[in-house]
C-alpha cells in the first residue's frame, strides 16, 4: 500500500508540475486565439466593481507588497525553468527572472535605507549599484558568516549587471546603446543553485526590511 502510494504521489506531482508549466507556457498563445478585434477596450486600465479584480494601489502601505512581487515572480519562473524540457523555453524566462530579482533586491535595500537613516542623500539612491546600496546598509547589520555569504552573492549579481540593464534589454539593444558592462554567461548554470541563492537572499533582505520597519516605529 505504501509503495502504491509513493507511486502515485509521485505521478501527481509529475503531472500537477507539468500542469502548471503548460498554464504559463500556452495561456498566451489561448488568450491570443480567443481574442476579437471588437473586444478591444479602449483604455488599458479601467476601474472595476468586482473584487475578484486586482487593486492597484502605489501607496506607503503596501510598499512591502510591491518588492514581494517581483521576488515572487522571479522565484516562480525559475520554477517553470527547472521543471520545464524546452531549452528554448527555459533561455526566454531565466533573463526576466534575473531582472526581477535584480529589481527587488534595488528596491528593498533602498527602502530599507530610508526608513533606517533619516536625511539621506537622494541622488546616491537614484543610482542602480547593489554594491554601493549594500554599503549604505552595512552599519545596521550585524557583521557575521551569514552578511558575508550574503554580500558575496550580491556582489557576484553585480559583476553580471552593475548598471541594471544586462537582464533589462537584449544582448543587441545593449550592445548598441553602449551598455553592454556586464560579464556575460558563457556556459550553463544550474536553476536549482540560483533558486536556492535567491530564497536565501530574499530571507536575509526582508529580515533587513523588518528590522528597519521596528526601528522607525521605534524612534516616531
Not at 486600465?45 to 521576488?71: P, R, T, V, W
Given at each position: ?11 501527481y506531482k509529475k503531472r500537477l ?86 529589481i527587488y533586491m534595488e528596491n ?8 533606517f537613516k533619516t536625511g539621506v ?100
Amino acid at each position: 500500500m505504501n509503495k502504491y502510494k509513493k507511486h502515485f504521489l509521485k505521478r501527481y506531482k509529475k503531472r500537477l508540475r507539468s500542469d502548471i508549466i503548460k498554464d504559463v507556457l500556452h495561456i498566451s498563445c489561448e488568450d491570443i486565439d480567443a481574442l476579437k478585434m471588437d473586444n478591444i477596450p479602449d483604455f488599458m486600465f479601467q476601474s472595476s466593481a468586482f473584487s475578484s479584480d486586482s487593486i492597484i494601489n502605489n501607496g506607503e502601505l503596501d510598499s512591502l507588497k510591491f518588492s514581494i512581487g517581483y521576488a515572487s515572480v522571479a522565484i516562480n519562473l525559475l520554477g517553470v525553468c527547472k521543471y520545464c524540457k524546452n531549452n528554448l523555453i527555459k533561455d526566454s524566462y531565466i533573463f526576466p527572472a534575473l531582472y526581477c530579482f535584480r529589481i527587488y533586491m534595488e528596491n528593498i535595500m533602498k527602502e530599507s535605507i530610508l526608513l533606517f537613516k533619516t536625511g539621506v542623500n537622494i541622488d546616491d539612491l537614484k543610482k542602480h549599484g547593489l554594491e554601493s546600496l549594500w554599503e549604505m546598509l552595512t552599519p545596521y547589520m550585524q557583521a557575521d558568516n551569514i552578511t558575508k555569504k550574503i554580500r558575496k552573492l550580491i556582489l557576484e549579481f553585480e559583476k553580471y549587471d552593475p548598471d541594471s540593464t544586462a537582464f533589462r534589454y537584449s544582448h543587441l539593444v545593449n550592445r548598441q546603446l553602449g551598455k553592454s558592462k556586464g560579464k556575460l554567461f558563457s556556459a550553463s548554470i544550474s536553476i536549482e543553485t540560483l533558486r536556492s541563492s535567491m530564497l536565501f537572499i530574499y530571507r536575509f533582505l526582508e529580515g533587513v526590511n523588518e528590522i528597519a520597519r521596528m526601528t522607525k516605529d521605534i524612534n516616531e
